[in-house]
């Protein structure tokens, strides 16, 4: 395939095994997925683990350079376009002050913003 990048949305949870096997031009994979899931090691074939860039959310790197097959990539980087995006767009996201009363996340200064599935993020306005 002449795939040169994919982007992996945060709400998918697996990928079949040689999904991308044959996308020998894959130069970057950006995945929005915070919390990576567990892969199969023939997901990708051997030159893509060595020759791909994995970008992932920020605060995510430790993460992924330990979970199974996602760790063989050679190269990984946080990337801040990934993530925050998703996470400031989502409709369940809760807004807090500093002292934790909810708030409607216009007003200056330091807001909390908390996702229905977790997600916590600090916002300064």
């Keep these: 395939m002449s795939l040169s990048s994919i982007v992996i949305p945060e709400n998918v949870a697996s990928i079949d095994p040689k999904a991308f096997w044959e996308c020998k031009n894959l130069t970057d994979i950006y995945t929005k997925v915070e919390n990576p899931f567990r892969i199969d090691t023939d997901v990708f074939d051997t030159d893509t683990y060595l020759k791909t860039t994995l970008h992932v959310p920020v605060g995510s790197l430790a993460e992924y350079k330990n979970t199974e097959s996602w760790s063989q990539f050679l190269n990984i980087k946080e990337d ?38 977790g997600s916590i993020r600090k916002v300064i306005r």
């Design 80 to 117: 801040e376009t990934l993530g925050i995006k998703s996470f400031l767009t989502d409709p369940t996201i809760r807004n807090y002050n500093i002292n934790g009363i909810k708030t409607n996340g216009k007003q200056r200064g330091l807001i909390i913003k908390k996702a229905e599935k």
